[in-house]
């Protein structure tokens, strides 16, 4: 997004069809309805749509792709601000930055990234915004290299309050670039970023899914593996019951099945003798205790890596939990798969225990607000919430998790897995509250953004 000069901007209200077109949600569980919308592509469109906002009372709440719904705040007496790209991802492959529009999916970034032999720190979906899991942390599908994605910026272009233009980085107002990396939002709509890249020549990757009935086996050589693995590995363990529907493989339905998914990077192609034998450290053992469904663990280019996951690429109405857990031990997986696999009746599609760790855990030097997870394993878990019969059901079952689960709970969240607006949710330090709240009040201190602030990232919303 480009441009100095605002003008004006068409604003939808409902019923109409861009009203419909700009507050579209991946999350069908989770519609958004604001009072009005309008869809931005330049700068100068975002000024206008925000000098309008202003001048019609309205709050502004910026908007993507609508992962993030279920956990956002009520639009009422909003003017919600969809951004969409203005052009391609830009890569400079020797300095490795890559310049990303607003609006941008992770889909883009990965091409435009592994042309160059090149990745980037995004996550297991290829559909989801750019800028709103940056600023949110994200926990990669590479982030046992990476550490948290909000560590990758090299800069924030936004328009702020009032109606202006600015850049924000660790020479151009560090304290405004500290505060977006993971503070919880409220800032301003941003317009562009610019994001580091790391060297990545292959990977192997993908899933493997056994019966259920193997899932106390293989978690437990799962769980003593993740001990000690290797930072240039990152895995998820997850118990699936999936719907019998066109896409999925039939042998993988009409009850759970244990899943293992992750990535094995080769930074360089010399490094690929190293990779192949920490994937079969990893799958070697799990592979013996019974032969998969499914396998399809390969080699390939990071091109591959959005796919591996399995996320869904069409909206789906979904409903879920999240914590992030401390050590598990056995007692842990046992209460893990007790609730949620085989004869646990659960009603959730999914059921994750991601593997945290590594560069996860270790606080970014130059890093922002939020650069860190300080936990072993990020539990996520969701349902489909089809009717309110389901919605309950996947309620009440959460809820059974939760308390099962409160042995390990830290009490921390990652802001990028929040599955929903009303669960506990603690990403930030008091101290780093204040700090971050200090910054909003300049930059927005009448509180035109207060209502896209995360919960628990600020003492004044």
């Known amino acids: 997004m480009t441009g100095t000069e605002a003008r004006a901007v068409r604003i939808a209200r409902p019923p109409e069809a861009e009203y419909a077109a700009a507050t579209a949600v991946f999350n069908l569980a989770a519609p958004v309805r604001p009072a009005a919308a309008v869809t931005v592509r330049t700068a100068d469109e975002v000024r206008a749509a925000v000098r309008r906002a202003r001048a019609d009372r309205l709050w502004v709440r910026p908007h993507t792709s609508g992962h993030a719904s279920s956990s956002a705040r009520p639009m009422h007496g909003s003017l919600l601000v969809r951004t969409e790209p203005s052009g391609p991802v830009e890569v400079d492959a020797a300095a490795r930055v890559a310049r990303v529009p607003a609006g941008t999916r992770w889909a883009a970034v990965v091409e435009a990234a592994a042309a160059h032999g090149l990745a980037a720190a995004h996550g297991t979906s290829p559909t989801v915004g750019v800028v709103g899991y940056l600023l949110r942390g994200g926990v990669s599908v590479y982030g046992r290299h990476t550490g948290l994605a909000a560590n990758a910026l090299r800069a924030v272009e936004l328009v702020t309050a009032d109606g202006l233009t600015c850049r924000a980085d660790a020479a151009a107002d560090p304290e405004l670039f500290w505060a977006l990396r993971g503070g919880g939002g409220g ?68 009850g759970p099945v244990l899943c293992l ?5 080769s930074p360089a ?56 857990l401390s050590p598990l031990g056995p007692d842990g997986a046992e209460v893990f798969l007790q609730l949620l ?50 919605r309950a059901a996947i309620q009440a079952h959460c809820a059974k998790v939760r308390s099962a689960l409160a ?55």
């Open 269 to 324: 192609e010399d490094d690929l003798g190293a990779a192949r034998l920490r994937a079969e450290d990893l799958l070697a053992p799990l592979r013996a205790v019974a032969a998969p469904l499914l396998d399809t663990w390969r080699e390939g280019a990071p091109t591959a890596v959005p796919q591996a996951h399995m996320d869904p690429t069409e909206p789906v109405p979904v409903l879920g939990d999240h914590l992030l």
């Open 261 to 265: 998914t992750g990535t094995v990077l």
């Open 187 to 254: 800032f301003g709509v941003v317009t562009a970023v610019e994001i580091g890249l790391f060297p990545a020549a292959r990977v192997i990757a993908g899933a493997a899914f056994w019966p259920a009935a193997h899932g106390r086996e293989l978690t437990a050589r799962w769980t003593r593996w993740t001990r000690d693995a290797p930072g240039t590995v990152t895995t998820a363990l997850r118990v699936m019951n999936l719907p019998a529907v066109p896409g999925i493989p039939p042998e993988l339905t009409g």
């Open 341 to 390: 696999g085989e004869g646990s009746g659960s009603p959730l599609v999914n059921a994750e225990l991601r593997q945290l760790g590594g560069a996860l855990a270790v606080p970014a030097p130059d890093g922002g607000a939020l650069s860190r997870l300080d936990a072993a394993f990020a539990f996520t878990a969701g349902g489909l919430a089809v009717d309110p019969a389901a």
């Open 407 to 461: 042995p390990w709970d830290t009490g921390w969240t990652a802001p990028t897995l929040v599955e929903r607006l009303d669960q506990p949710q603690r990403h930030l330090p008091p101290e780093t509250v204040a700090r971050v709240d200090g910054v909003r009040r300049r930059i927005d201190p009448d509180g035109l953004f207060r209502h896209d602030v995360t919960p628990g990232s600020s003492a004044r919303y």
